[in-house]
């Protein structure tokens, strides 16, 4: 008895399958489909809708294979990132879009049926397909998680002296010092790079001591956090990626230590080459996920407070209020893997 070979589909166009009129009659497009999910939820590391396990190139598609079919693409659409969403509040408190369903349905191609009629994927020469097809191509970048690498810090601090004093040697002693540890959790939520100062005390009427000891004097602190990164969990296996960021970067926030009130913050972006408001980093094109360099932040430029800020005393010159001054800026981050790229997805647009 002849044993009959089925050779699954290994990626869009493969074996001769032609998208723009795809033939419903044709086993090899749904289950390039099949392949297409299942690619997917490899990435996220989670399971398909239980009837997509039933598609069979030895099968005939029923309307529950197509509902497991759009319930599976619903809910994947949730895990990947809209790139192309612009509408943010303000505040980018919004940030990142997610794919939804309702939002996949409205894009030009997409549209999907959960309650097909029956006859309806071979209605139009196969336009049903072609339209999950096109909805699957708009799901590549994840958020990503576990990373892998150096968290690098720096922090000096400096207490009572004149302003100058104080900013200039809580300077130098950040950049006597480089703090690293073992980063081996999630893609990290802020970066940074400020200094700062809080008015600590003024001088305090019919003092009786030495006056070189009853001036005001000041706080300096400097502070800075980034990241180098030399891997990153993937879990489809073989599978390459682009690594980036989102950094949302502000003007320094929250009163500087030993104070109550920030007075002022000066944004001031130093060698970071961060602007205000939403910044993209660059790409690093992941082959390994285990061997790559992949730089998050800066923690070679502090830029420096200049602004002298001033507290409250009262008559005996006990600090009812301080107040400090910041220079610099923060940053909230998220990071991302694209497997729409080379050596990604094996079932991708070929314009991705």
């Known amino acids: 008895m002849e044993v009959i070979e089925y050779e699954i589909p290994t990626h869009w166009e493969d074996k001769g399958m032609n998208w723009n009129t795809p033939d419903p009659t044709n086993a090899d497009y749904v289950v390039a489909i ?7 939820c490899a990435a996220l590391h989670t399971s398909a809708d239980s009837r997509i396990y039933k598609i069979s190139p030895w099968k005939t598609v ?5 509902k497991g079919i759009v319930r599976t693409i619903s809910s994947l659409a949730r895990n990947f990132v809209n790139l ?3 509408e943010f509040e303000e505040d980018y408190s919004d940030f990142p879009k997610m794919w939804t369903y309702g939002d996949l349905i409205q894009e030009r191609g997409c549209r999907l049926y959960e309650y097909a009629k029956y006859g309806s994927l071979v209605e139009n020469g196969g336009e049903w397909l072609k339209q999950i097809r096109n909805a699957i191509d708009k799901l590549t970048v994840i958020r990503a998680g576990q990373m892998f690498g150096r968290s690098l810090s720096r922090s000096g601090s400096r207490h009572d002296p004149p302003f100058d004093e104080s900013i200039g040697d809580a300077m130098k002693m950040a950049f006597d010092t480089m703090n690293e540890s073992v980063h081996n959790s999630g893609f990290p939520s802020t970066i940074c ?27 300096g602190y400097a502070q800075s956090q980034s990241y180098r990164f030399k891997g990153a969990r993937s879990w489809l296996l073989n599978a390459q990626f682009d690594l ?9 926030t929250g009163p500087v230590p030993y104070s109550q009130q920030l007075d002022t913050s000066v944004f001031d972006g130093g060698e970071s080459k961060f602007n205000k408001g939403l910044n993209w980093t660059e790409r690093v094109h992941v082959k390994d996920p285990y061997d790559f360099e992949f730089k998050l932040g800066d923690t070679e430029s502090i830029p420096k407070n200049e602004v002298v800020p001033t507290s409250e005393f009262d008559g005996e010159g006990v600090a009812v209020k301080r107040h400090s001054a910041k220079r610099g800026w923060d940053g909230k981050c998220w990071g991302f893997l ?3 790229v080379e050596g990604g997805f094996k079932f991708q647009s070929k314009e991705s």
């Open 34 to 40: 099949r392949e297409a999910l299942l690619e997917r």
């Open 62 to 66: 029923s309307r529950e294979v197509i």
């Open 84 to 86: 192309d969403w612009e």
């Open 193 to 219: 790079a400020w200094s700062g100062n809080t008015h600590w005390k003024c001088p305090i009427p019919d003092y009786e001591g030495d006056p070189e000891y009853n001036k005001d004097g000041y706080c």
């Open 244 to 252: 980036f960021a989102a950094v949302y970067v502000t003007q320094p």
């Open 338 to 340: 694209d497997y729409g």
